[in-house]
């Protein structure tokens, strides 16, 4: 095993050696003397240092920097500390940072990050915490070894970027440019090279995204203690440890492996979470009587095949044959059951048999049955159960990944579920949300720009795309949608609900009928303006063409972003709605702005609806209801937009919505289709044993598949199985073969 001895590890890294400090020898210390009269000047001042005033502060830009990295000039690092540049950097932090400025500990280390000769954001590196649980036992090391060498850690303990500056990727970006010059400007300022930087995140106020983003190791957390005096008192401030590796070896120097966390017990709450749960249960009236028995029976249960029959009969005339229905019944059971894999195949086989493989895959794609008088049937039954005239109707896009090429509306796209630009299909949905509930009522793929060009005529042909379809972006799909639903006159709706996709499109939210009003999320890069602004031409001065374009001649544009970063929004705590775990709480401001389009005012101002959730993330919606509309009927639009995001979930996680292997217009409709029936169903079993108590849509489900008419696995079904995917995977290795073959050279 190495050994950890000073002269071994400085051998080892071939850093340079340690500084000698300027101290004086202990000795000398004590043998110095005070001038006479000294101890008089003490006396008078109290023994204490004078109050650090700050200095004047220099004027700063705080005009907003916006858009992506690439379009500013390169980002520039620059040590502040013991530079012309630290007064700037004591007043950025002093004023925008929510710890303020204190003195950092030990040796210290300070940036600032500029684009262009605008600075962006500040950094400080200090000293590390002397003793901290899930860091050193992740480390491995021991007491005596942490004692020798925690020198070689350093504690990030500020980092801020500016309030105004919104530019996307910038924090993880800085933090990479700092970490690559920090081992060599600390080698040479302080004598030792760097093994490790840490960082405490607070989680009630940041997720540490832009720290993963930048390849930090969470560690875990602290137990909640700060240091006074000489021990450690609990405060209850848990925060989330971080940790970024700066020489990969050092373990080896060391000797020492990491060993696994465990926590031997959880934190107690603080004072204040507890007193808010107390407040919470004194207000709820609880009892241990609330929540009534199960009351449901296995009768009613056994029950629910025949009602699941019976509600799939009220669509019997949209289909032309008896064997139609048949293939219905079954592909909707298959959805509604308990089988992990929910496409065609194997639902054919454990509702039907081997031979209906292929019949049902015809069912979905080219069977001719009117597809369009069933969801004119799904959207009237959904009407009864959910129309309200304070109801919202609510427009969202959902991506669904895949690995092929094939199918219809494939493309490299935005993927909402991965997170990032990814090979995946994209449609757009209509729902509905009233107090009764909420269900999907319409929905579209949208297929992308380049599925129309010339090059791509025969795939469009291969996947069924109709010939007349015109390109069209998901805001204009989306109002297709609305001008079909609205023609029923069967879903009545006071609001409209959209993400920023949406959002972000003023012909959308113009387009919207009177009487209706929405609330449409927006980014927090969205431009407005707090304060009427004032706009005219500008003056003529005499030189060059006269200005004929109107411009905001006072005024000044802020985002959304920064309005919720600012002391002086007006947040107001709330409780918005009852979860399934208590009172979903949020803090909420309303505030009147006007939205600047191409750095102009729009005609009207709109409500601009911030709510800051528990984890600290900040929602923004912009909402044109009128001006004396009350809070609490903006905070009910905000629960009532919601729901579709619960649709998709619950779609995607029960009843198949992703798990389809369609791979034509047609099909991808058709199945989308039978998703709305089947979580319309659901909905239905939830309000017929509503008393017992409520069922969730999962409970529900599985009521439900415990009863569907599945085949059970007995002998002879097995062999069917196994010789259906024997032939099967025949035909499939057949196929290949003949197509690589033809991809071999000729011999000659």
Known sequence: MATCTMTGIRARERGPNRVPRANPPLGRCGALR??????????????????????????????????????????????????????????????????????????????????G??????????????????????????????????????????????????????????LARTLACLPGDWAARCGTRLWLVETFVDPARFRGTCYRAANWQALGQ????????????????????????????????????????????????????????????????????????????????????????????????????IEHRRLGLAYLSGLLSNHTAKSVEPIALAFLDADAVRPLQRFMKAYRWDDAAMTATHQALLAETLAAPDAMLTVDSCEFPKKGTESVGVARQYCGARGKVENCQSGV????????????????????????????????????????????????????LLAQVAQTGRFPATWLGCDAVFGADWAFLDAIPPGTHYFASVRAN????????????PRYRGRGRKPTTPRVTRGRVQTVGMIAKSPACPW?????????????????????????????????????VLRRLEDGQVKSAFSNAPADTPLAALCRAATLRWPIEQCFQDGKSQVGMGQYEHRSWPAWHRHMLYVGVALHFLLRLRHQFKKTPALTLPQARLLLAAVLPCRTLTPAHALELVRYHTRRNYIAYRSHRKKRLALLPERR
């Open 34 to 115: 005070l001038e006479p009269g000294a101890l008089s000047m003490l006396d008078q001042r109290g023994g204490r240092r004078p109050v650090r005033t700050a200095p004047d502060e220099a004027p700063i830009d705080v005009s907003p920097i916006c858009g992506d990295l690439q379009t500013w000039s390169p980002l520039t690092v620059q040590v502040a500390s013991q530079s012309p540049l630290e007064p700037l950097w004591d007043q950025l932090v002093r004023r925008y940072h929510y710890l303020g400025y204190q003195k950092l500990l030990g040796h210290r280390l300070k940036y600032l990050a500029f684009l």
């Open 117 to 174: 000769h605008r600075p962006v954001a500040a950094l400080a590196f200090s000293a590390p915490a002397r003793t901290l649980r899930v860091r050193d036992q992740w480390i491995g090391w021991s007491a005596a070894q942490r004692k020798a060498h925690l020198d070689r850690l350093v504690n990030n303990s500020r980092f801020l970027v500016l309030p105004w500056v919104t530019v996307k990727n910038l924090a993880s970006h800085v």
């Open 222 to 321: 602290t137990a909640g203690h700060g240091k006074q005096g000489r021990s450690y008192v609990y405060h209850g401030a848990i925060k989330e440890v971080y940790a970024y590796v700066l020489a990969p070896r050092f373990r080896h120097w060391l000797g020492c492996h990491p060993q696994v966390y465990c926590p031997s017990h959880r934190p107690p709450p603080s004072r204040a979470k507890m007193e808010d749960l107390q407040m919470m249960l004194r207000h709820a009236g609880w009892s241990p009587d609330l929540v009534p028995g199960m009351t449901l029976t296995e009768a009613e249960v056994a029950q629910l095949a025949d009602a699941l029959g019976q509600f799939h009969a009220q669509f019997h005339a949209c289909f032309g044959r």
């Open 429 to 480: 949905f209509v729902g509905y949300t009233s107090d009764n509930g909420y269900g999907l009522v319409a929905s579209r793929l949208y297929l992308p720009q380049s599925w129309f060009a010339p090059e791509q005529a025969e795939r469009r042909q291969d996947t069924w795309v109709p010939t007349d379809l015109p390109f069209q972006t998901k805001p204009q799909i989306a109002q297709t």
């Open 526 to 537: 969205t431009p407005v303006f707090r304060t009427p602004p004032r706009v005219s031409i």
């Open 572 to 608: 107001t705590p709330v409780v918005l709605a009852e979860g399934a775990k208590g009172p979903i709480r949020a803090e909420v401001a309303a505030l009147r702005v006007t939205p600047a389009v191409g750095g102009l005012p729009r005609a009207t101002p709109v409500w601009l």
